[in-house]
DNA sequence: CTGAAAGCGCTTACAG
DNA sequence: CTGAAAGCGCTTACAG
């Protein structure tokens, strides 16, 4: 039986008997033979492997985000290439560099992502999909989340709780999804009559919202309200407040963003701002490969996925409520 | 130029003229050319990646996990392939010879392998070394937490602050860090004069965390200490005492396991076990190199990384305490 | 130090 | 339906 045979068996070619093809796979089985991916790729010249280039990899929401991925994934018969942690753009760089030639395509959600560092180190050829950039132009598919009106709704929710006296913990700088929610509450506030706000520097991990807590305890005016541009910035910002028997939403009202799976389980359960983080992987995997099956087709353009207001305890009443326990898991 | 010159000066041989080197990294750089990692594979035997296949991917611990996996590939330039998320055996079958003939070794996490399993999917030589795997023979390199070492010495120290009737959490049926931490804590307890002990059933979701302290607080007599098999469960039973107004430690003390970066912001701060889960997957990839690097060497055994009692505010005091906000982010 | 040539293990027209 | 043969893009002895 000659070479052919056996790979078009294998392959699920039509043109092989039943017999034939039984046989091969019954061999292989028993010989736990597995076609070399490097020699089939080289004449295929498809990886069946996409990468995904992330910024880091502390907190629930990148395991969410990889595990949308990775689902999507794993459907169509793809593997999956991670790369992450990388401190600044030369790195990112590097690694963006090293899948070249070892995927089939890209999914890309970096600080240092810009049209120019795009043009430069990746090729032509090469489908990306951008999740949660501000870069992009015409030449690439981006999918964002609806950071600024997620942020946008939650500042109002804050507002018709009764809130005034707003606080902002911010995300890193330069970072795009950070700078939108930024500008949802900032427009937000500006709408409101009578309404006030600070704002203060953080890096989206929990010691950064515990910092930004401890700083506003120390103010001489403490702010009605905190919201916290994401969910491990407030919670570490929560953990401030309790060790200082400050309460919330009594005291202080806070909420967060992006609805990691522990913020329900909160002490208060934490009000913030759900995101489908798994599904925006998993929609991303597949506007990349809707781009891999046809890369002549114009490019796809910016998708918003929606976010949306979870009302739990951490920021007072407003009528509305939510009855989360109650929510399937995502 | 032939190509070989070009292959030459791209990959570091010594046999080629700075001069000739330099213009060949010029053009490449210029024409953005990358080598392509299949027709490199074929001839030289080598992939450069690795795989990891890890039961799921929920929670910080995943992410924690994965990160220090990353960080170690990278610093060696191997890219990592990721795999996870399956639910039975026949999919962690699947995707573990998915990966066979595209990576160089595979890092191995997962609650259906055992002996018969690896003999079964795995090549005899592929590389690999398994994490926190009951299984492993002589065959393969096995990287263990101490979760038998750590469960006891938490429940030593609850014993030790004066508790005396424990509840313990346990984490999912058939999993090896789940039954070796209630090993631990079985057999500290038959240690101790005078206590007692219950079992309730938890899966390392939250959820089950928070369904198991619903069912304590309804029990006849409540235990004076939870003890729960991971944090995750530890704060969904946190959730449910808050939601009680049952004070913790006050009313009942409670510690986790592992140490996931967000214990230490919890409503109390968690007592746990601190488990150095990046180095975990740090040390497992170096394992695998080095296997990889000398195939013939004799297997490796198992090697057991310790583990540390944290002590914060959830389990009352002891004496003993630990400035832990001041530690160094891992 | 450089080039010509073989060969890695597959897939796929092309014959038969 | 099956086989012989070419060729994918590299690397690496082997000459020169």
Redesign the interface.
């Known amino acids: 039986m000659s070479v052919a045979t056996v790979s078009r068996a294998l392959n699920g070619s039509a043109a092989v008997t039943a017999r034939t093809r039984e046989r091969v796979q019954r061999a292989a089985a028993r010989l736990?033979y597995?076609?070399?991916?490097?020699?089939?790729?080289?004449v295929t010249r498809r990886?069946q492997?996409i990468g995904a280039l992330l910024p880091d990899?502390?907190?629930?929401f990148?395991?969410?985000l990889?595990?949308g991925i990775?689902?999507a994934a794993?459907a169509r018969?793809l593997?999956?290439?991670?790369?992450?942690?990388h401190g600044d753009a030369d790195e990112a760089a590097a690694?963006l560099?090293?899948?070249?030639?070892?995927v089939d395509g890209v999914l890309i959600m970096s600080p240092h992502v810009d049209a120019g560092f795009l043009k430069r180190?990746l090729?032509d050829s090469l489908p990306a999909v951008l999740m949660n950039s501000a870069a992009g132009g015409r030449r690439f598919a981006r999918l964002n989340i609806d950071n600024h009106g997620g942020a946008f709704a939650m500042t109002r929710h804050l507002l018709a709780c009764g809130h005034r006296d707003l606080a902002f913990i911010t995300g890193p700088e330069c970072n795009y999804d950070a700078s939108e929610r930024h500008r949802g509450f900032r427009e937000a506030v500006a709408a409101a009559r009578g309404a006030t706000s600070r704002v203060l520097q953080g890096d989206f991990n929990?010691?950064s919202g515990?910092r930004a807590g401890r700083a506003l305890l120390a103010a001489k005016k403490r702010p009605d309200a905190v919201f916290a541009a994401n969910d491990?910035m407030a919670?570490?910002c929560?953990?401030a407040f309790?060790e200082a028997r400050v309460r919330v939403p009594g005291d202080i009202a806070l909420a967060g963003f992006d609805d990691i799976?522990?913020a329900?389980?909160?002490?208060?359960?934490l009000t913030t701002v759900w995101v489908r983080i798994a599904d925006l992987g998993q929609a991303a995997l597949e506007r990349l490969v809707a781009q891999m099956d046809a890369p002549d087709a114009p490019p796809a353009g910016v998708t918003t996925l929606p976010c949306e207001v979870v009302v739990r305890a951490s920021c007072g009443s407003s009528g509305r409520h939510t009855a989360d326990r109650d929510r399937a898991?995502p």
Chains 1, 2 share one sequence.
């Open positions: 736990r597995v076609p070399l991916g490097a020699a089939r790729s080289l990886t492997a990899l502390f907190g629930e990148f395991s969410e990889i595990r990775d689902v794993r018969g593997h999956l290439l991670v790369s992450s942690s690694a560099r090293a899948m070249q030639g070892r180190h090729s929990e010691e515990y491990m919670i570490g929560l953990s309790n799976p522990i329900r389980f909160m002490h208060p359960p898991q």
